[in-house]
């Protein structure tokens, strides 16, 4: 079984606090429904879970029916960072879950290409992330005023979502994890920790994430091309 789990608990800070960014409509839904959206269509998912805040469990239930969602899902909530909302969410999935794909709903442009290639190689080969070569020149600056260094762009990516796992990899990565306090700000950091190998998927399509309010133009735009 394949469980897609959908992390949708931030306090979109970086929007301005205006509304919560997963509840943002753009292109005639909720960001949060056009990345459900996208596992709810892939025919490898099976179930969804979706890890909100609180008081947000009532309404993105009531999402799932509005917007005649398919396949099963379950609503849990969420912690004060990331990685214990993605914890609560692995304690959540369904018996019987061997693959599990995690995904911001924030990222609500991927295409179901990328999420069925990450669950793909992750059965084959425990773990894979969604991702994209960097492509301008990177610079290190330690105090954010003088440049130190400049890194080598051919052997750097950036990490996107998903981020898929065998469940009984990822589960043992994050017990770790919350054992012992580490702050990870994606889940291949789990897997590096305990040693296992991550494997790149080159996302298909521009797959961004909704941070700040200048990004809305061009998810919109985005959005509206599917």
Not at 50 to 58: K, Y
Not at 70 to 98: C, H, I, Y
Request: glycine share 6%; net charge neutral; hydrophobic share 45%.
């Amino acid at each position: 079984m394949v469980t897609g789990l959908i992390v949708a608990a931030g306090r979109s800070t970086r929007m301005g606090g205006a509304i919560d960014k997963v509840l943002l409509e753009i292109a005639g839904a909720p960001i949060l429904v056009h990345s459900w959206w996208r596992f709810d269509k892939c025919d490898l998912v099976d179930s969804i879970v979706i890890v909100t805040r609180a008081e947000l469990v009532d309404a993105v239930s009531e999402m799932g029916r509005t917007y005649q969602m398919q396949k099963p899902f379950k609503v849990v909530v969420g912690g004060m960072a990331r990685q214990d909302s993605v914890w609560n969410g692995l304690q959540a999935v369904p018996n019987g879950t061997e693959i599990v794909a995690i995904h911001d709903a924030a990222r609500p442009c991927i295409t179901e290409w990328t999420i069925r290639r990450t669950i793909e190689v992750a059965r084959e080969k425990g773990a894979a992330i969604a991702a994209q070569p960097i492509v301008d020149t990177v610079k290190e600056s330690v105090d954010g005023m003088v440049i130190n260094r400049t890194l080598d762009r051919s052997v750097l990516w950036a990490a996107q979502t998903p981020q898929t796992f065998q469940y009984h990899i990822i589960l043992r990565a994050y017990s770790i994890v919350q054992e012992k306090a580490i702050t990870i700000t994606d889940d291949a950091a789990a897997c590096e920790i305990i040693g296992v190998p991550v494997w790149l998927v080159r996302a298909d399509k521009p797959n961004p994430k909704l941070t700040v309010p200048e990004d809305v133009p061009y998810i919109r735009g985005l959005l509206a091309e599917k």
